[in-house]
């Protein structure tokens, strides 16, 4: 690409190139012209010259003639002679038409065509007379010879000057022609001399002019182009000229000015930005930390706090700024305040406290608070700035964790008695089920039979009870509806209670139940017991059910699982209340508030493990003198729950089927023997489980399934029935303990366990476990 | 005479305009805007001429319009006759100007003339540089046949027509003693020396000859010929004179020639033209003695009687030799356009095509016509009739 420069260096040669061609051109022109010219001028004097020169025989001849016309007259003269003159004139005529004139119009003036034609008739007339009179001299008609010699000889002089006329007429065009041509010569060098000249001074002056005016300031322009390209705006061009270039120069000098305060303006703008955009970030990171974060004036009010600040107290904004922190906080950690802030102010580098605040609903918030103190440049405290993070929930947890650990102990203490007592009661109400069911007997025998087994069901009630502080009690999952439950609980309370306490219930839903129907009463008994015992004077129990749908907060909080809809039972007091400090206990075993043997401090224990173990949550919310409301959710059941099945009559036993009891306890052992036989199954018992193994091993036992208890010395029924399993894994075991581990159900369907039996069993249950266990459906009687 | 003026000292500008502008500019500037000018017609939108380089009067002008009228006025190009436009000066110049003007006419694809063989050979050079093919009607100099390329004779040349007269004189007119009177010109001499060349080769020899300036029966003064004709007549005792002169010196040389012996027969070469002369101031004995080679008489076909039709209804007079060949000149230039030669080059190329395998002669008033070579079968012999009215 050529620049500026090349471009008119290369427009500068080609119009001096362009000159010279052309001067070139006309030189080459003109003198060729010049010589052409002369050429065809020697050549037409040539032609004239030939001409003349035929002008001139014809003249010889008219003398010849004439001097031989006079030799004519002699009679012996041979007038043949005459004949060669003949020749000569004819070949001078066919010599004159053969000259090819020079037909340039250019080099011919008008004179000279003319005095061409006229000397070419001149010369016609004297050859035709010539011919004539030679003619007449050959036949011999001397009179018309000599009258055709005398004319031609007139004709000569005409001729001559005829010839002359044309000579000269061409040798002044001839002049003439030369001389334009020397003009034109000397015109065109001059022409091309003063274009040289031009040239010469021309060129390098103009040369200079562009390079002074133009290049150079385009140069200049270019280098404050780079410049400005490399991001440097601070060139200036000189704009000391009025031309266009000067212009241009002010309008860069004006643009890049522009430029420079555009940058500045927005150097100012993009350092605000960025400072608005930090102070944004920061507010950002203020506003949404999963902290409470907090700015306080020295004095401790509140200078700025964030949203988690604001969530922990349970307040507005507008209700904490400004506000001293000490106001928020719990009057019992009064003291950890005055003895934290002192240590922040004094400049100690990060300060750490766990305390309490009130919240605005009056609960409690569990906090650690991490402090620093903000200083000035010149190290004078400006600020302290707080982190706070709510510890409330672990806190809650922790004292979950406390009354978990404490109710497993209590577990592992029940679970002890409760296992001895269910053998014990095993016995009680097998036996007296086996006179219940004796038809021999008498009909009060019976009647006092039945009041003991009753009576021997409680307690084993009353045992499971007890496993269920621990959460190991196995309970029975049974449909059932709430209304009857409620009912039932409710009857009850109306016929013990005082009259003076008003019961108000009020059952809004026909909700289906899944679990232990005498647990949940027990639980829901004890609920309004406790209310009763807040209302020594009388006042209002009120137990409404209703459909519910918490929250998925309030389901995780409480540990309730799932997310189905729940049923919840209100059970309201207008008692006496319990303050925080006893709410925050009351789940805790053996926690009372009543005088020494009113209470054993389990019943709430029991409550919170039944709900517990039906997937439930209990929530307690108390204030003293106002009373308490309990509220108990519990999941409702499937609705492709079976219905609530009927009342099954004792289904009989399985025709020809055998059976091993294998238990520790003889009094377990032989009502086991009894009932079974009294069902109608052909029955043997040992008393731990390697015999029951011996006898197993032996090849034809017979045996069709093996009741095992779950505790025995020796070999516990879990080792028994891995064992017996492993040599018969087809023989079907059933499982029967008053201590039972959910846990171990999946152990026990591994072991060859097809039913499970809860101590005490009832008769009925035992016959639905063996023919269950034996695959088969039990037939009612 | 020529137009052109001498002119006088010129100034600067004008020296340079015309020494540095004309002849550099005009040749590149002229032709470039003429051939824009000209790509923006398309070359069926053109009206194509052809130049008559011949100055005509009311009689020329009125044959070129029956040849104009034979031209297919539906035609695409259009094709018209562009008249002389010189103004004649007897001037040698005229023809030349005329030549260069027609030469410089784009439209102008071919041109009819020139009258005589010295002027065409004077306007051959212009019309070659240009390459415009150039229909010579009558001219028959030799000097022509040897000129250019692009010159197309009708005419049969001089040398061809001189043979023509030898055999006519012999075998025809029984000459046994055969001399010949000419002009000493291109055509006199190109005739003699036809006429000699014929004998010789013949095995025969002219008994005489002799030439004459032209200008010898001028103004009624006829000695010099008397003088000149006495003396072949006593040098050769021809029975037969073959003359090449114009129709006054051929009517002149006729009556001299009479006189001396009223037995002698003269063939006159085709420049006699008894229309030129005053026929009836002939005696029947010099009627008898006359014979004149005519280059056309007209035909019996349809289309030279169409011709003679309308020149008869245009002109009121029969065509002549030279306007039945400048007629056919013009048609031939016609059907070249007809054929699809709108060019100069392609006219030139289609006229050189005829009588050749690519294209059989043109048939025109005149009979065929091809230019592969002379066309001697025009040559036809005449004699005037008598007083009576009798051949």
């Given at each position: 690409m050529l620049t500026l420069r090349g471009a008119l260096l290369v427009a500068t040669v080609a119009a001096v190139g362009v000159l010279l061609l052309v001067v070139s051109g006309i030189a080459f022109v003109i003198a060729p012209n010049a010589a052409t010219l002369r050429a065809r001028a020697s050549r037409t004097l040539n032609d004239f010259g030939q001409q003349s020169m035929h002008a001139r025989s014809l003249e010889h001849v008219v003398g010849e003639v004439t001097l031989l016309a006079a030799a004519a007259r002699?009679?012996?003269?041979?007038?043949?002679?005459?004949d060669l003159y003949r020749q000569r004139v004819e070949a001078v005529l066919r010599s004159s038409s053969s000259i090819q004139p020079n037909l340039q119009p250019e080099t011919f003036s008008p004179a000279l065509s003319a005095a061409l034609e006229v000397s070419e008739v001149a010369a016609a007339d004297l050859a035709g007379s010539l011919l004539g009179a030679i003619g007449a001299f050959q036949v011999g008609d001397d009179g018309l010879a000599r009258r055709l010699l005398a004319h031609a000889d007139s004709l000569e002089e005409p001729l001559r000057a005829r010839m002359e006329d044309v000579t000269t007429v061409a040798l002044a065009d001839l002049a003439r022609a030369e001389e334009r041509l020397a003009r034109d010569a000397r015109y065109t060098l001059l022409f091309v001399g003063l274009w040289l000249l031009v040239a010469m001074i021309a060129v390098p002056s103009t040369w200079w002019m562009l390079q002074r005016r133009l290049f150079g300031p385009l140069a200049a322009l270019d280098a404050s182009l780079t410049r400005i390209q490399t991001g440097d705006l601070d060139v200036t061009l000189p704009a000391t000229r009025a031309d266009e270039m000067g212009r241009l120069a002010m309008h860069f000098n004006r643009t890049t000015a522009e430029l420079r305060e555009q940058r500045a303006a927005l150097g100012r703008a993009a350092a605000a930005a960025a400072v608005a955009e930090s102070e944004q970030r920061y507010r950002d990171v203020f506003e949404h930390a999963a902290v409470g974060l907090a700015e306080l004036a020295l004095d401790g009010s509140y200078l700025r706090i964030n949203r988690a600040m604001c969530a922990i107290l349970g307040r507005d904004e507008r209700e904490i700024v400004?506000?001293?922190?000490t106001e928020f906080t719990h009057p019992e950690d009064a003291t950890i305040d005055m003895q934290a802030w002192p240590r922040l102010l004094r400049g100690e580098p990060i300060v750490r406290i766990e305390k309490r605040y009130r919240r605005g609903d009056g609960s409690t918030a569990s906090v650690h608070v991490t402090g620093a103190l903000l200083t000035e440049s010149d190290g004078s405290p400006r600020q302290v700035i707080t982190v706070v993070q709510d510890v409330t929930e672990q806190r809650r947890l922790e004292h979950e964790l406390l009354q978990s650990m404490k109710m497993d102990a209590v577990g592992q203490l029940a679970g002890g008695v409760a296992h001895d007592f269910n053998n014990l009661l095993a016995g009680i109400i097998g036996y007296a089920e086996l006179l219940e069911h004796d038809?021999?007997?008498s009909t009060e025998v019976r009647e006092d039979a039945q009041a003991i087994r009753r009576t021997a069901t409680r307690g084993a009630d009353l045992a499971r009870s007890l496993l269920t502080l621990a959460r190991r009690n196995p309970h029975r999952e049974e449909p059932f509806a709430l209304q009857d439950l409620m009912r039932e609980t409710v009857d009850l309370i109306r016929r013990t209670f005082d009259r003076r306490i008003t019961v108000d219930t009020s059952i809004d839903t026909t909700a289906t139940l899944l679990g232990d129907r005498s647990l949940l009463a027990n639980a829901l008994l004890n609920l309004a017991l406790n209310a009763r015992d807040a209302m020594p004077n009388g006042g209002t129990l009120s137990i409404v059910s209703a459909i519910a749908n918490p929250s998925t907060t309030f389901r995780v909080r409480n540990g309730i699982p799932g997310s189905g809809p729940m049923v919840c039972i209100a059970v309201r007091d207008s008692g006496n209340g319990m303050s925080p400090e006893v709410l925050a206990r009351v789940f805790e075993p053996f926690f009372t508030t009543k005088a020494l043997g009113k209470g054993t401090g389990l019943g709430l224990a029991m409550v919170y493990g039944t709900i517990k173990d039906h997937r439930g949550a209990i929530v307690i919310e108390s204030e003293v003198g106002r009373g308490t409301s309990a509220e108990v959710y519990l999941p409702c059941a499937a609705d492709d729950l079976a219905p609530i099945a009927a009342a099954r009559a004792m289904p009989t036993a399985v025709a020809g089927a055998r059976v091993l009891v294998v238990d520790d306890e003889d009094l377990v052992r032989d009502v086991a023997v009894r009932m079974l036989r009294r069902l109608g199954y052909a029955t043997d018992a040992v008393e731990d489980g390697i015999v029951a193994i011996d006898r197993l091993d032996a090849p034809d036992h017979g045996f069709d399934v093996v009741l095992l208890d779950g505790n025995m010395p020796r070999l516990n029924g879990i080792e028994t029935a891995r064992r017996i399993h492993a040599q018969h894994p087809a023989l079907p075991l059933v499982y029967a303990s008053g201590f039972f581990d959910p846990a171990d159900q999946e152990d026990l369907r591994a072991l060859g366990f097809r039913e499970r039996l809860v101590k005490p069993y009832s008769m009925e249950a035992l016959a639905r476990a063996i023919a269950h266990a034996l695959g088969r459906a039990p037939t009612p009687t | 005479m020529r137009v052109s003026r001498v002119k006088g000292p010129q100034s600067a500008v004008a020296l340079v305009v015309s020494r540095v502008v004309a002849p550099v500019v005009v040749p590149v500037v002229v032709p470039v805007v003429v051939l824009l000018l000209s790509a923006g017609c398309s070359p069926a939108d053109r009206e194509l001429r052809v130049g008559h380089a011949v100055p005509v009067g009311d009689l020329g002008r009125a044959m070129n319009r029956v040849s104009e009228g034979f031209?297919?006025?539906?035609?695409?190009?259009r094709l018209r006759i562009a008249p002389w436009t010189v103004v004649r000066t007897n001037d040698l110049g005229s023809e030349t100007g005329q030549a260069e003007r027609f030469a410089s006419d784009p439209g102008v694809v071919a041109v009819v003339g020139h009258s005589g063989s010295k002027n065409t050979v004077l306007a051959a050079p212009i019309y070659a540089s240009a390459g415009v093919p150039v229909l010579v009607p009558t001219a028959t100099s030799r000097l022509l046949q040897d000129a250019r390329d692009d010159l197309f004779l009708l005419s049969p040349p001089d040398d061809v027509e001189g043979a023509f007269l030898a055999d006519h004189a012999v075998?025809?007119?029984?000459?046994r003693r055969v001399a010949m009177l000419y002009v000493a010109d291109a055509f006199g001499i190109g005739i003699h020396e036809g006429v000699r060349d014929r004998m010789a080769a013949r095995g025969a020899t002219l008994a005489g000859e002799a030439a004459v300036a032209g200008r010898e029966c001028t103004q009624g003064e006829s000695g010099a010929m008397r003088g000149i004709t006495r003396s072949l007549l006593a040098r050769s005792r021809p029975d037969v004179v073959i003359v090449a002169l114009s129709s006054m010196q051929t009517a002149c040389a006729l009556r001299e020639m009479l006189a001396i012996d009223p037995a002698v027969r003269v063939l006159a070469a085709d420049a006699f033209d008894p229309t030129e002369i005053n026929v009836r101031q002939l005696s029947d004995l010099e009627r008898a003695a006359l014979r004149y080679v005519v280059l056309w008489e007209p035909s019996d076909d349809a289309r030279t009687q169409e011709y003679v039709r309308r020149v008869r209804a245009e002109t009121g007079r029969d065509p002549t030799p030279a306007h039945a060949l400048t007629h056919d000149a013009f048609m031939l230039v016609a059907q070249a356009i007809a054929e699809g030669n709108t060019s100069r080059a392609a006219v030139r190329d289609w006229l050189h095509s005829l009588g050749t395998p690519a294209h059989p002669p043109v048939l025109g008033v005149t009979g065929p016509i091809a230019f592969t070579g002379p066309r001697g079968t025009l040559l036809r012999v005449r004699r005037l009739p008598s007083s009576h009215g009798s051949p």
């Open positions: 002699q009679p012996a003269f041979d007038r043949d002679t005459f400004g506000h001293r922190f038809a021999g007997q | 031209f297919d006025s539906s035609a695409v190009p075998d025809s007119m029984a000459g």
